[in-house]
């Protein structure tokens, strides 16, 4: 496409579609006609790789997930579409800057963090790397809320992010499927004579499926990410509306849209139970039937259905896939128990996405036998046949008990990830580490009944978003350095090596760092009112607010810097400038949490202001971190906090987007972290505190925090001095919850790993100093961090787990 013809598509999209002339458009609308010009060579692709795949009848990846934090879309289409310079000379033609226009668009955010972000890049790579596969998961009316804050504290606002329309999603009503749910079981006679179970749901609700275009990376291949919303099988009752009882004239379609109303923050309220295993089996319900159809229906056997699709269980959250595909092969289709139990094995895998026992997903009996009464049925069943095995393999009833499907106590109710590792055919964490505390304990009876089962793949992360989308200026200088082949073969940084002694070099290097310090301080300048130095250390820690993480261990090394000056013990001309940025969203429920925002906000509000800090220390906290941000902050950072109780967090993907963006790690031994470690080099990365094993010793041994607080000077300065209301107007009790939690319980030990996590910090200032060294060690982690690229996650999950071939689409025929 021709600049020329950019322009007048655009014209026309103005014109035909949004009823508007160029003089009179509005920002909405030049962003829809952007879009809509976008799309039109996407779609081409689309329909080609659509027509490939439907004729080769390959094996399928399909990819389930509750979650998919996509990020904006525009950018990454003009990436994909290699469109960027047309559209900007073309828009300029017109006399409207390209920047503006992609900067209206409202990110889906339709996930709440690594989970649903991993998705977001995994589909990427599933697409560059040409592999058929479909991305299922659902339409959100409202994604991640919108933080803002009030006083310091977090308020949520609903996120609308398409009230304005969503030009990048193709809904197909027409083709809406039905999903039950409720009522009962009956006894049935086949037309065979065979007996069988026939589930009779109360209500039902129809799945729309929403289409969104998920483009490789310099390949034709586009595959499709299909996005359920949920609509009512009546809009209304007309007699009850007549009656003049508007209210209850639409009830039932009020709680059918309800599904899809609303994302679920991590950890929900009890209210919100019945309503999340609802959306689980929808979209689930959904769309296990969209590719068992499109299979038989493109003549495959059931015997050969495990050759032609893999459905990947993002967490336990799709696992009632498992029950729902026994029931479509059995009740719809009349399989036996032993074939249909046969293919299901081969086709489901799982992803285990945490360590956290609180975090592994179960559904009381009660709940899911009157939502999904079959559906108990089926998982009763796989139990029962499953512990007999395992009562006549080891005799062992303790064993039988604690591997079983269903928990007894405190109440009954149905292990997800119980379920979902008896059915798949390959069980997987997402770090080295990660996955080996997986086979030593989350999953140790299943591990050792079935240690091939288990396997690891270590996240990645798509270098097309978070290299060359956001960061172009570093992107250019690799370009010119070792070619542009990176961004489609991450490997290729390995090639950066060579020039790590190279002074000028190492200047562009840093020059280009200086540059993204402009453009996020620009950026939080207009978006939050902040104002940062451009040339102090960006030191950053982003991501969900979990107590685990220990945001609270980087904000006590903050107030312990503070502390010590007002006490005299440090000369402020002695810390090195430095900007902290902590972005992070905490689950509406989770007390804790949202005091350790009010806690980072307060302490931002004294030190920012304090004049004895002045030019050396600051804290900048933007509400609503989100990919957009995302995108901005990461390549201007200098220092990654990944700091996290060893053992506890899975893998993380952040850690690994900062490194790729050449800021240096510091880091406890704990998920991916271990492997960045390991792979750019001791020196090259800032590791502290204790490991897994010395913090469940210590756990064992019995954990005394107020140990700690009186036996180091620094720390009882800082904790003090938060105690005493220095940062809560004299008011004492306002941070008390979180002064005795550290006193007495700190279950994720951030007093424990204090010590070596100020002392570190002090290697960091040393080693900020001498500019070159550090420069040397950024660019060692660019070079040495490519193994971090969701394409490598992807092609492991190929070999180990899916064995599905790549499929390029057969080139357009333009004419
Ligand atoms: C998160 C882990 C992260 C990990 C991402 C992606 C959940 C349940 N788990 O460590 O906490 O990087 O998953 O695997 O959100």
């Given at each position: 496409m021709d600049t020329q013809t950019f322009a007048s598509l655009f014209l026309e999209e103005l014109q035909f579609t949004r009823g508007t002339t160029l003089e009179a458009a509005s920002e909405q609308d030049k962003y829809i006609a952007l879009v809509r010009v976008v799309r039109r060579s996407l779609i081409e692709r689309w329909h080609a790789t659509n027509e490939t795949y439907n004729k080769a009848v390959p094996k399928t990846v399909a990819y389930l997930s509750a979650e998919y934090l996509l990020g904006p879309q525009t950018g990454n289409a003009l990436l994909a579409?290699?469109?960027?310079?047309?559209?900007?000379?073309?828009?300029?033609?017109?006399?409207?800057?390209?920047?503006?226009?992609?900067?209206?668009?409202?990110?889906?955010?339709?996930?709440?963090?690594?989970?649903?972000?991993?998705?977001?890049?995994?589909?990427?790579?599933?697409?560059?790397?040409?592999?058929?596969?479909?991305?299922?998961?659902i339409r959100y009316n409202y994604g991640i809320f919108r933080q803002t804050f009030v006083d310091g504290e977090q308020v949520e606002q609903p996120d609308t992010w398409m009230s304005l329309g969503t030009p990048w999603e193709l809904p197909h009503p027409e083709k809406a499927s039905l999903v039950g749910f409720g009522g009962h079981v009956e006894e049935t006679i086949s037309s065979a004579g065979m007996p069988g179970r026939t589930w009779v749901p109360a209500w039902h609700v129809q799945a729309?499926?929403?289409?969104?275009?998920?483009?490789?990376?310099?390949?034709?291949?586009?595959?499709?990410?299909?996005?359920?919303?949920?609509?009512?099988?009546?809009?209304?009752?007309?007699?009850?509306?007549?009656?003049?009882?508007?209210?209850?004239?639409?009830?039932?379609?009020?709680?059918?849209?309800?599904?899809?109303?609303?994302?679920?923050?991590?950890?929900?309220?009890?209210?919100?139970?019945?309503?999340?295993?609802?959306?689980?089996?929808?979209?689930?319900?959904?769309?296990?039937?969209?590719?068992?159809?499109?299979?038989?229906?493109?003549?495959?056997?059931?015997?050969?259905?495990?050759?032609?699709?893999?459905?990947q269980l993002n967490d336990t959250h799709p696992v009632v896939a498992i029950p729902e595909l026994m029931r479509l092969l059995m009740d719809e289709h009349g399989l036996e128990w032993d074939e249909a139990w046969g293919i299901t094995q081969r086709i489901f895998n799982y992803t285990c996405h945490t360590l956290l026992p609180e975090a592994l997903e179960v559904w009381s009996v009660d709940l899911f036998g009157r939502l999904l009464p079959r559906h108990l049925e089926i998982i009763f069943k796989i139990n029962e046949v499953f512990l007999d095995e395992v009562r006549a393999k080891t005799g062992n009833e303790l064993l039988v008990r604690q591997m079983s499907i269903i928990q007894e106590q405190p109440f009954r109710a149905v292990r997800m990830a119980h379920l979902a590792t008896v059915a798949s055919a390959r069980v997987n964490g997402v770090a080295e580490l990660h996955s080996q505390l997986l086979r030593d304990n989350v999953l140790k009876d299943f591990s050792a009944y079935w240690p091939d089962k288990f396997t690891n793949v270590t996240n990645g992360v798509t270098p097309r978003r978070?290299?060359?989308?956001?960061?172009?200026?570093?992107?250019?200088?690799?370009?010119?350095?070792?070619?542009?082949?990176?961004?489609?073969d991450l490997s290729q940084l390995s090639k950066l090596e060579e020039l790590v002694d190279d002074e000028g070099f190492l200047e562009q290097f840093a020059h280009v760092k200086s540059l993204n310090k402009q453009r996020i301080a620009a950026v939080l300048a207009e978006r939050d009112g902040i104002e940062l130095p451009t040339d102090a250390m960006y030191d950053v820690m982003v991501k969900r607010l979990h107590e685990y993480k220990r945001q609270s261990l980087k904000l006590l090394h903050v107030v312990s810097l503070y502390a010590r000056v007002l006490a005299g013990t440090l000369r402020a001309e002695d810390i090195e400038p430095r900007v902290v940025v902590f972005g992070a969203k905490a689950a509406p429920g989770y007390r804790m949490a949202k005091d350790t925002i009010a806690l980072i906000n307060a302490v931002a509000a004294t030190i920012n202001n304090a004049p004895e800090l002045r030019g050396r220390l600051k804290i900048a906290f933007p509400a609503n971190y989100n990919v957009t941000l995302a995108e901005k902050l990461i390549p201007a950072a200098d220092l990654s906090e990944q700091i996290s109780l060893a053992g506890k967090e899975a893998s993380g993907t952040g850690n690994m987007k900062f490194a790729l963006n050449g800021a240096l790690t510091v880091g406890t031994l704990d998920g991916a972290?271990?492997?960045?470690?390991?792979?750019?080099?001791?020196?090259?990365?800032?590791?502290?505190?204790?490991?897994?094993?010395?913090?469940?010793?210590?756990?064992?041994?019995?954990?005394?925090?107020?140990?700690?607080?009186?036996?180091?000077?620094?720390?009882?300065?800082?904790?003090?001095?938060?105690?005493?209301?220095?940062?809560?107007g004299g008011e004492r009790s306002t941070f008390e919850p979180i002064v005795s939690d550290w006193l007495w319980h700190d279950r994720f030990m951030a007093l424990a790993d204090f010590r070596a996590y100020v002392d570190v910090q002090q290697d960091i200032e040393a080693k900020y100093r001498d500019a070159e060294a550090w420069n040397r060690s950024a660019v060692l982690n660019v070079a040495r961090s490519g193994f971090f690229s969701s394409d490598r996650s992807i092609s492991d999950y190929l070999e180990r787990i899916w064995h599905a071939t790549p499929l390029p689409a057969a080139r357009r025929h333009t004419a």
């Open positions: 579409t290699d469109l960027e310079s047309t559209a900007r000379a073309a828009l300029s033609t017109l006399g409207i800057d390209l920047d503006d226009v992609i900067a209206t668009e409202i990110e889906p955010g339709l996930g709440n963090g690594g989970l649903g972000r991993l998705a977001a890049c995994f589909i990427d790579s599933l697409a560059t790397l040409n592999i058929p596969a479909i991305g299922y998961g729309v499926p929403c289409d969104y275009l998920v483009p490789g990376y310099d390949t034709e291949n586009v595959n499709t990410l299909r996005l359920w919303s949920a609509r009512a099988t009546d809009e209304f009752n007309l007699q009850i509306f007549n009656s003049g009882d508007f209210e209850n004239a639409v009830r039932a379609r009020t709680a059918a849209e309800n599904i899809s109303n609303v994302l679920y923050p991590e950890d929900s309220t009890p209210q919100g139970k019945e309503l999340r295993l609802q959306q689980q089996y929808f979209f689930v319900a959904a769309s296990v039937r969209d590719l068992l159809d499109r299979y038989l229906g493109l003549g495959v056997s059931f015997t050969n259905l495990p050759e032609h699709i893999t459905f978070f290299v060359r989308l956001s960061n172009p200026e570093l992107s250019n200088l690799l370009d010119d350095a070792i070619g542009s082949g990176w961004t489609r972290n271990v492997e960045i470690h390991e792979l750019v080099g001791d020196e090259n990365f800032f590791l502290f505190g204790m490991t897994e094993p010395e913090a469940e010793s210590l756990a064992q041994a019995g954990y005394t925090p107020s140990k700690y607080y009186e036996q180091d000077e620094d720390l009882k300065l800082a904790i003090d001095l938060i105690a005493s209301g220095a940062f809560s």
